[in-house]
């Protein structure tokens, strides 16, 4: 039978539950998103409602098949809110996100994000212009890959939400020179028209964007 997104509740498991989940999962995965922030910060930085990993696309199935006895995955179905077993989704669809259910308690623990990669980098989905080495895009956080921020800022910046940029002010003072640098590169070539990108300045664009400039009298 589907299953109801909303009315499935969420008993999302913490950063170490999630790895310890996953632990024998023979494919690359990785903390994203906003607990990727938390945990490079070392401290929440507001309540969130669930929580999420990124694999490969072409590793999703194998991510799935390693999940221990009382757990299943759930695909959506294509109907709004509807989510079937990840077993009877269509093989060549873009199943995601995949959400991983505690079926004792039928609450919902993890949701699990398809993203691209080569075998030598990760590679933005959105726009495969952008790429970075996988020991940069993914960091080892004692013992759990994370997410690098400057990726996850990224992600958040096509249609940043109040609270996207709650996580980025918290997070864009603490990033290295370098991962500032690849964070405002990409938002001025991959998402010129974020909000985001109105403060940045770079020889690679105008000192002001377009639509914040103030109009000649």
């Avoid at 996100?97 to 919902?108: G, H, S």
């Avoid at 939400?161 to 070539?189: C, H, I, M, N, W």
């Amino acid at each position: 039978m589907p299953a109801s997104a909303a009315d499935t509740p969420w008993e999302p498991r913490d950063p170490q539950a999630v790895a310890e989940l996953l632990s024998t999962a023979s494919v690359r995965w990785w903390l994203s998103g906003g607990a990727a922030l938390d945990r490079w910060l070392g401290h929440p930085i507001r309540e969130r409602a669930n929580i999420d990993v990124s694999v490969v696309a072409s590793d999703l199935a194998a991510l799935v098949a390693g999940l221990p006895t009382g757990y299943s995955a759930w695909a959506p179905s294509g109907d709004e809110d509807e989510f079937i077993p990840f077993a009877e989704a269509p093989t060549d669809a873009d199943l995601q996100p995949v959400l991983i259910r505690d079926d004792e308690k039928n609450a919902w623990v993890l949701q699990v994000n398809a993203e691209d990669g080569a075998p030598r980098a990760w590679v933005y989905k959105r726009d495969p212009r952008l790429t970075l080495p996988w020991d940069r895009a993914v960091i080892d956080l004692d013992g759990i890959p994370t997410g690098a921020p400057e990726v996850q800022l990224v992600w958040k910046a096509l249609r940043p939400r109040e609270e996207d940029t709650v996580d980025k002010d918290a997070v864009l003072p603490g990033l290295s020179p370098e991962a500032v640098q690849f964070y405002e590169t990409a938002l001025l070539r991959i998402h010129p028209h974020s909000t985001w990108s109105i403060h940045i300045r770079s020889p690679f664009a105008p000192g002001k964007a377009s639509w914040n400039r103030k109009k000649s009298s």
